[in-house]
């Protein structure tokens, strides 16, 4: 299932049985779970998935800083969707474009940092 197609209610029921059930779920399939049920429920999971996707990227891609940047530009991304709808929300976006901006700085891409900075600026 890609990200824009439309999950299936069975899909759906799947990811809130996950979510709900009593063990902690691994942070990959709590960012699947949230994936899913953003589809359907944004202002509600968004904000999840955006600290899903920066723990996944912290636990277990640290070692490996593409697919780290990858998943906190995923967070962007739904951050900024969340911003779309609700301004109120700006300080989700903030958070995750320092998250951002901090793999930037790591992995020595100075050169984009000034592109986060300003948009920051712009948000706050």
């Known amino acids: 299932m890609t990200h824009t197609a439309h999950p299936s209610h069975d899909a759906v029921l ?6 709900l ?13 949230y994936r899913v049920l953003a589809q359907v429920s944004p202002l509600a999971y968004l904000p999840l998935l955006t600290d899903a996707l920066y723990q ?5 891609f640290a070692h490996l800083p593409e697919t780290a940047l990858a998943l ?4 962007v991304a739904a951050a900024r969707r969340v911003y ?7 300080r989700l976006l ?3 474009l320092l998250r951002y901006k901090r793999q930037l700085a790591r992995m020595g891409r100075e050169a984009e940092l000034d592109a986060v900075d300003q948009e920051i600026a ?3």
């Open 84 to 90: 779309a709808m609700e301004p109120g929300r700006a």
């Open 94 to 96: 903030v958070g995750a």
């Open 72 to 75: 906190r530009a995923e967070a």
């Open 122 to 124: 712009r948000v706050e």
């Open 56 to 60: 996944y990227s912290r636990h277990e």
């Open 14 to 19: 799947r990811a809130r049985v996950a979510l």
């Open 21 to 33: 059930g009593s063990q902690a779920l691994p942070v990959r399939q709590e960012v699947a779970a």
